[in-house]
């Protein structure tokens, strides 16, 4: 009995330590994997851009007389051309007088193309000197280049006159001057593939191409022989709404000039999303600086049925004449050569008094007070056609940035003028008025 208690007791005990193993190992921590590395990847190289090829010029020698007056003697040496980026024209001016002289460049023209260009160099040109001057025609930052289809020069025209710098005497007044470059190839067509849009005894207007829609337009402006104007004025409307600032195109008798219109901002602001037709007023300014009575040419997107915008301008109304001549009406703060400047528009309502009038807005006030500080006021005004909308630009000469933007009011006094035979006749003084910016 005893031996058999003995063997109950070791069994019990053997069963009792098995227990407590298995306890055990339920109780310990499992092994934590060892973590495996994920391999970084190399980083992806950013693509090289492509380098931007060098302009290719193309340089003729020429040796042409332009002149010689007054013992000043002036040679075109030579061109220098790379297409849709520059184009040089080197001029030797030769000073055998015995007073300083300077050259002046009225106008250049490319082929038959008016382009914009500056003459360097030519300034002080002391006695018994001889100075390499340039005409310099830069095409970097005109995207509208490509459309004269300039590939070769082979002419130009140099508008010049001459002035000696001590006494301020005209030696030489402004006269157009026609080089050839020999053995390039024809002058060539401006107007090949447009359409005429408008034309008179003075003018022909081309249409070149709608890019899109009427929002932007490529015209085609010729100046007639026989015709004596200096430039041309174009107001674009888009739905009655002119663009910020116009186009004022300097042009000699004979030759083209390409003109591109972009009403983004205009349409933007009035909220227009489509246009059936963009009317442009036209006008001439005239040698003595006399205005001609605007023409209308009307330009139709065959894409469009209807014109679409807003039905109503909220914009608030700042001023509105007793009589009917004009509502203006603050468009915010906008940007006008690298300053702000407040934007007011300048809606024509003429019509309802049985005159048509053609309007436009000055200071009457020389101060514009902004928050009760007073500034030189500045104006830029385009012209208001009868029941349409032009631009007046306000801006405090001077003034710190951002006095505008962050300014509560404004207190300004304006005259409303008509432009009767190119001048301009005062209709309306608003007085002194004042109204909130925020």
Not at 233 to 248: D, I, S
Request: proline share 8%; glycine share 6%; aromatic share 8%.
């Amino acid at each position: 009995m005893k031996r058999s208690l003995i063997f109950a007791i070791a069994l019990a005990l053997a069963v009792f330590c098995a227990g407590c193993d298995v306890i055990e190992t339920a109780l310990l921590p499992s092994a934590t994997p060892k973590a495996t590395a994920t391999p970084t990847p190399p980083p992806t190289p950013e693509p090289t851009p492509a380098p931007t090829p060098e302009p290719v010029f193309t340089e003729t020698a020429l040796n042409s007389p332009l002149f010689a007056v007054k013992k000043v003697t002036v040679t075109v040496m030579d061109i220098r051309f790379s297409e849709n980026y520059m184009t040089a024209i080197d001029l030797s001016v030769e000073n055998a007088s015995s007073a300083a002289v300077s050259l002046q460049l009225g106008g250049v023209c490319l082929n038959r193309w008016q382009v914009d260009g500056v003459l360097e160099n030519a300034e002080a040109i002391a006695p018994g000197e001889t100075r390499r001057s340039t005409v310099v025609v830069d095409f970097q930052n005109d995207p509208g280049a490509r459309f004269m289809n300039l590939g070769y020069i082979a002419e130009m025209t140099l508008q010049i006159s001459m002035t000696q710098d001590y006494s301020g005497e005209t030696l030489l007044k402004q006269k157009n001057f026609v080089v050839p470059v020999p053995d390039v190839g024809p002058v060539g067509d401006p107007t090949q593939n447009t359409r005429i849009v408008y034309e008179d005894d003075t003018l022909i207007l081309y249409l070149q191409e709608i890019d899109g829609s009427l929002q932007n337009v490529r015209l085609v402006l010729f100046h007639k022989p026989d015709a004596v104007w200096k430039s041309a004025n174009v107001y674009p409307l888009y739905a009655g709404y002119t663009t910020v600032p116009h186009r004022n195109v300097p042009l000699m008798a004979g030759k083209y000039r390409l003109i591109t219109l972009d009403g983004a901002d205009v349409m933007a602001r009035q909220g227009i999303s489509a246009l059936k037709n963009l009317d442009l007023y036209l006008s001439l300014t005239l040698f003595d600086g006399r205005l001609t009575r605007p023409v209308t040419a009307t330009i139709a997107d065959p894409k469009v049925s209807e014109t679409a915008m807003n039905a109503q301008d909220a914009s608030p109304i700042v001023y509105q004449s007793a009589l009917p001549y004009c509502i203006l009406r603050n468009k915010g703060i906008t940007q006008y050569e690298g300053h702000e400047a407040l934007l007011l528009d300048l809606e024509n309502i003429t019509q309802v008094s049985g005159s048509l009038l053609y309007l436009t807005a000055s200071a009457s006030n020389p101060e514009i007070t902004i928050d009760g500080t007073a500034y030189p006021l500045m104006t830029y005004c385009t012209n208001a056609y009868p029941a349409t909308h032009g631009c007046l630009l306000l801006w405090p000469d001077g003034a710190p940035e951002g006095t505008l933007t962050n300014a509560k009011s404004v207190t300004i006094g304006l005259r409303i003028s008509r432009i009767n035979g190119g001048k301009l006749e005062p209709v309306l003084d608003t007085q002194n008025f004042s109204f909130d910016l925020q």
